[in-house]
């Protein structure tokens, strides 16, 4: 079956711009995650939906960032205001439900200029 | 704080050898484990997991070692082939305390040689 599938692949955008990146998870999962990577850094851990209950938000960098999930499917990650340290992999991953094997989508390349 | 390390950042190995990568972590609470593998411009791929009442888990050429006293896990790749040059992440969580997100090393950039 399908993946985890995240858009746009690549996106570069000037500093100061918001920018918003999507994730389609795997049908049926109810959990999902955000996390970056820096060049030459570990995957950061930065928020988590399962199902209704309220996100683990507590690896947001800042109030720049924000995250949501519609209808407990599709996620939009929004970065306001980005800075060029925003630059970064972005992955989404998914799990059938909480403590569960995530599996990753390919990531959002984003460059801040 | 890095919770979780990989300090080898490289590791090259021959074909047919065996891989051995390593890891550790400085959290007790952490009670399940994962290997990931990474090729360039694709996410993490999962390759296999442990939860800490286990001490190894095995699937074909992977196996993974639990070292709870130690805080040391490690993946070994037997025999290593070319197609296993990859970066190789391990993860932590603690979803017996309610703690689902993952805690990633650095990873380690494998390259089997031919």
């Known amino acids: 079956g399908a993946g985890v599938s995240q858009s746009p692949s690549n996106k570069v955008t000037e500093k100061g711009k918001d920018v918003e990146l999507r994730c389609d998870p795997i049908?049926?999962?109810?959990?999902l995650y955000w996390y970056r990577q820096s060049l030459g850094q570990g995957l950061e851990f930065l928020i988590y939906?399962?199902?209704?209950?309220?996100?683990?938000k507590s690896g947001l960098p800042s109030d720049r960032f924000s995250a949501e999930r519609t209808g407990g499917s599709v996620s939009t990650l929004t970065i306001q205001r980005t800075q060029q340290e925003d630059s970064a992999v972005y992955l989404c991953?998914?799990?059938?439900?909480?403590?569960?094997?995530?599996?990753f989508g390919p990531g959002t390349r984003l460059l801040v200029l | 704080d890095q919770q979780v390390k990989q300090n080898s950042p490289s590791l090259s190995v021959q074909e047919g050898r065996i891989s051995i990568l390593n890891c550790d972590y400085t959290?007790?609470?952490?009670?399940?484990f994962l290997w990931y593998k990474k090729y360039p411009a694709e996410g993490p791929t999962f390759l296999i997991s442990?939860?800490?009442?286990?001490d190894k888990n095995e699937d074909g050429r992977f196996t993974v070692f639990l070292n709870k006293s130690a805080k040391h896990l490690s993946l070994h790749i037997v025999p290593s082939q070319p197609g296993d040059s990859a970066v190789y992440f391990c993860?932590?969580?603690?979803?017996?305390?309610?703690?689902?997100?993952?805690?990633f090393g650095t990873g380690t950039r494998l390259k089997v040689l031919a």
């Open positions: 049908s049926g999962h109810t959990a």
């Open positions: 442990i939860s800490s009442i286990k």
């Open positions: 939906f399962q199902g209704n209950s309220a996100p683990d």
């Open positions: 993860a932590a969580s603690a979803p017996k305390s309610g703690t689902y997100k993952y805690i």
């Open positions: 959290n007790s609470m952490f009670d399940y």
């Open positions: 991953a998914s799990s059938p439900g909480s403590g569960e094997t995530q599996y």
